[in-house]
């Protein structure tokens, strides 16, 4: 078998052979992306947020106390909240049934595939599809919006960005802060059974956004 | 008219995988259009651009490749190369060999189809287990993908749950809620065991190193979650300038491919799993192939490599609603199966695919980066009839053809033979000498009279 430098070198001679190229030629500039930023005020920001993620079957509200929403959402069931400063400032990691501090990778594994809802913060929102901005840090792990069937996520209105454009306009600072970051839109779905929709296929078939 | 192969599978097929596959495929293109309508003035503009952008990648590929990887290395991933399908799966037995690793989660990815990965490693002693609902269905039935992202559009539910009674997934139950469920059940403790997370790449951005993986499952999610490695098996045509491209791009496949404004998961992944992250993989593999792709680059359908494998031209192609994916002999399927297989395969091999469409052009018109398929398809038919196959086949017309133009241009010969076919009767029917030719054509009947007779009497 060839190893692998022989492998790269032959592909890229084939390529410089197929382009009728030498080696190190300049690339031309690439035509201009395209990022269309609007102007939008941040009341129509959250509406359009939340209508979105109800559009796509998720829960949304907008609330000034996001700890008595979570409250009633938990009723008696079980939860790990992230390590997200946020969640701690709101008194979420306090309510019964919550857990929260989780930092080992067993332990972490563990909780989360026995408790029905996990909460998270996000970093960002994107209020034209109704998306969630997640980055995977200490703070933000990645299992706790993916394990559980149920996923809460609590959003500062301000980090509402006006959509995926805005989210690139951005970059890259946002995403090198951590070396994954996800963009969640509404529940894991399917529709590969006769084009039947289904949600909660890997990820959380239930969502719940609430803009504080 | 003459069948074509392809023909005689689709005739085979049960009525109820094409009343399976026509329904699944008009539904999904006729969502797409109304989304991308209803949401930009001209998403044709938004078409040429992408497919400019693309275009342009193909072009150079030779300076983003060099790119891509150093930015790769410098995230922390181990970079790969692999020139045919071989090697590709060399590449990924070598890597899970090397740790030790026998359990593999893989997510969708064409490429690991092309390749034919999973027969792979089972032979070698390692389970890679399909996570995507649609591929762990037809792994379980020993079945094949018959769609690029619906691969399962050919079964219904009756049959799924069918083979999960008989596979011991639970007693027959044919709610699509349920058969979900129940393959949640069933893969969730798989991710949890497995070694590593095998996934492709949506896209690979040049000037960040950045891997975006696209699903709606959140399968490719678990995967890298889940595991401590890492594998992405990636075409050498993948990749995007820059990270602000992706914009344009996200939205256009997930528009495409499900009629979506966004794809549930978007992954943007730029290496292992950092320090004092709580999940996620220590090492991150990416391995490039080209598997036939370069042979494209130095063809005449060096255009085709914009591809973003979304599905669009399957779901509007009328024979594809028709014949479904099966009737195609490779991995991909409708009309961009039918330039791509011939491409990769070579011309020879598979000379009958570019046939199969009825030039209609509604591939052309749908296709996200605006890849002339129709013309391509043209262009196809007609390095087919120069094949040499071909040219042996035709000697017989061509002489046919010469004594016919000798025939013409000698007045005296062609009265004489006119007399000839009068009294003997004109060739017809699809026997003797001329039936193969006459079985698709007929020839007028000669008049009782020549035109040269009736002139002398007149």
């Given at each position: 078998m060839e190893t692998p430098l022989v492998s790269r070198d032959?592909?890229?001679?084939?390529?410089?052979?197929?382009?009728?190229?030498?080696?190190?030629?300049a690339v031309a500039d690439p035509p201009p992306a395209r990022i269309r930023v609007p102007q939008v005020s941040m009341e129509l920001r959250v509406a359009s947020m939340l209508e979105r993620v109800r559009a796509l079957a998720g829960e949304a509200v907008a609330s000034s106390d996001p700890c008595a929403v979570v409250a009633n959402l938990i009723a008696g069931k079980t939860a790990l909240a992230s390590n997200a400063p946020y969640l701690a400032e709101c008194g979420i990691?306090?309510?019964?049934?919550?857990?929260?501090?989780?930092?080992?990778?067993?332990?972490?594994?563990?909780?989360?595939?026995?408790?029905?809802?996990?909460?998270?913060?996000?970093?960002?929102?994107?209020?034209?599809?109704?998306?969630?901005?997640?980055?995977?840090?200490?703070?933000?792990?990645?299992?706790?919006?993916?394990?559980?069937?149920?996923?809460?996520?609590?959003?500062?209105?301000?980090?509402?960005?006006?959509?995926?454009?805005?989210?690139?306009a951005l970059l890259p600072n946002p995403a090198e802060a951590s070396s994954s970051m996800v963009l969640i839109t509404g529940p894991s779905r399917t529709a590969d059974i006769e084009q039947i929709l289904v949600r909660g296929v890997h990820g959380p078939g239930q969502l719940t956004v609430i803009v504080v | 008219?003459?069948?074509?192969?392809?023909?005689?599978?689709?005739?085979?097929?049960?009525?109820?995988?094409?009343?399976?596959?026509?329904?699944?495929?008009?539904?999904?293109?006729?969502?797409?259009?109304?989304?991308?309508?209803?949401?930009?003035?001209?998403?044709?503009?938004?078409?040429?651009?992408?497919?400019?952008?693309?275009?342009?990648?193909?072009?150079?590929?030779?300076?983003?490749?060099?790119?891509?990887?150093?930015?790769?290395?410098?995230?922390?991933?181990?970079v790969h190369w692999a020139a045919t399908a071989e090697a590709a799966c060399e590449a990924v037995y070598s890597i899970l060999k090397a740790r030790g690793a026998k359990k593999l989660v893989k997510a969708k990815t064409m490429v690991s189809e092309e390749i034919e990965l999973a027969d792979y490693l089972e032979k070698r002693g390692?389970?890679?287990?399909?996570?995507?609902?649609?591929?762990?269905?037809?792994?379980?039935?020993?079945?094949?993908?018959?769609?690029?992202?619906?691969?399962?559009?050919?079964?219904?539910?009756?049959?799924?749950a069918e083979l999960f009674e008989k596979s011991g997934l639970g007693a027959y139950d044919d709610e699509p809620g349920?058969?979900?469920?129940?393959?949640?059940?069933?893969?969730?403790?798989?991710?949890?065991?497995?070694?590593?997370?095998?996934?492709?790449?949506?896209?690979?951005?040049?000037?960040?190193?950045?891997?975006?993986?696209?699903?709606?499952?959140g399968n490719s999610r678990f995967c890298l979650a889940a595991t401590r490695c890492h594998i992405a098996l990636v075409g050498i045509e993948k990749i995007l300038p820059r990270d602000r491209d992706l914009a344009l791009f996200l939205n256009l496949l997930a528009r495409s491919g499900t009629a979506q404004q966004l794809t549930v998961y978007?992954?943007?992944?730029?290496?292992?799993?950092?320090?004092?992250?709580?999940?996620?993989?220590?090492?991150?593999?990416?391995?490039?192939?080209?598997?036939?792709?370069?042979?494209?680059?130095?063809?005449?359908?060096?255009?085709?490599?914009?591809?973003?494998?979304?599905?669009?031209?399957?779901?509007?192609?009328?024979?594809?609603?028709?014949?479904?994916?099966?009737?195609?002999?490779?991995?991909?399927?409708?009309?961009?199966?039918?330039?791509?297989?011939?491409?990769?395969?070579?011309?020879?091999?598979?000379?009958?695919?570019?046939?199969?469409?009825?030039?209609?052009?509604?591939?052309?018109?749908?296709?996200?980066?605006?890849?002339?398929?129709?013309?391509?398809?043209?262009?196809?038919?007609?390095?087919?009839?120069?094949a040499d196959a071909r040219e042996h086949k035709n000697r017989l017309e061509k002489l046919g053809f010469r004594a016919f133009a000798w025939m013409m241009t000698h007045p005296r010969i062609f009265e004489m033979a006119g007399r000839i076919g009068r009294s003997m009767g004109w060739p017809s029917g699809n026997k003797g000498p001329m039936g193969a030719w006459l079985s698709e054509r007929d020839l007028p009947p000669l008049p009782a009279h020549s035109f040269r007779d009736l002139w002398r009497r007149r």
């Open positions: 032959y592909i890229l001679h084939r390529i410089r052979t197929a382009l009728g190229r030498g080696a190190g030629q990691c306090g309510l019964p049934g919550v857990r929260s501090g989780i930092t080992g990778r067993e332990e972490l594994r563990e909780i989360c595939a026995t408790v029905d809802i996990g909460i998270t913060s996000a970093d960002y929102a994107l209020a034209d599809t109704g998306t969630l901005v997640l980055l995977s840090s200490p703070r933000e792990a990645r299992m706790i919006s993916l394990l559980p069937p149920a996923h809460i996520a609590v959003v500062p209105r301000e980090r509402i960005l006006t959509g995926l454009d805005e989210l690139f | 008219m003459r069948t074509q192969p392809i023909d005689q599978v689709a005739a085979g097929l049960p009525a109820e995988t094409k009343t399976a596959v026509y329904e699944g495929s008009k539904i999904g293109h006729e969502k797409r259009t109304k989304l991308l309508f209803d949401h930009y003035g001209d998403p044709n503009r938004l078409r040429t651009l992408a497919g400019e952008i693309k275009q342009h990648v193909v072009e150079n590929l030779d300076t983003y490749l060099p790119a891509v990887e150093a930015r790769l290395v410098a995230n922390g991933a181990k390692i389970e890679a287990l399909e996570t995507d609902l649609g591929e762990f269905i037809v792994q379980l039935d020993h079945d094949h993908p018959s769609h690029i992202i619906k691969p399962i559009i050919h079964k219904n539910r009756r049959q799924i349920m058969i979900t469920q129940r393959a949640r059940q069933f893969l969730r403790h798989k991710y949890l065991e497995a070694d590593a997370g095998l996934t492709g790449a949506n896209f690979v951005v040049a000037e960040s190193g950045r891997l975006v993986i696209v699903t709606n499952e978007n992954e943007f992944i730029l290496g292992p799993r950092a320090a004092g992250q709580p999940d996620g993989p220590d090492e991150m593999h990416v391995i490039f192939v080209d598997n036939g792709r370069t042979d494209v680059l130095a063809s005449d359908c060096r255009e085709i490599l914009r591809c973003i494998r979304c599905g669009a031209c399957l779901n509007t192609c009328p024979v594809y609603r028709k014949i479904g994916g099966h009737s195609f002999p490779w991995v991909y399927s409708g009309p961009i199966g039918a330039i791509l297989t011939p491409q990769f395969m070579g011309v020879q091999h598979e000379p009958a695919l570019p046939f199969a469409s009825s030039l209609c052009g509604a591939c052309g018109e749908v296709c996200p980066v605006k890849i002339d398929i129709p013309k391509i398809l043209l262009e196809l038919r007609s390095d087919v009839k120069k």
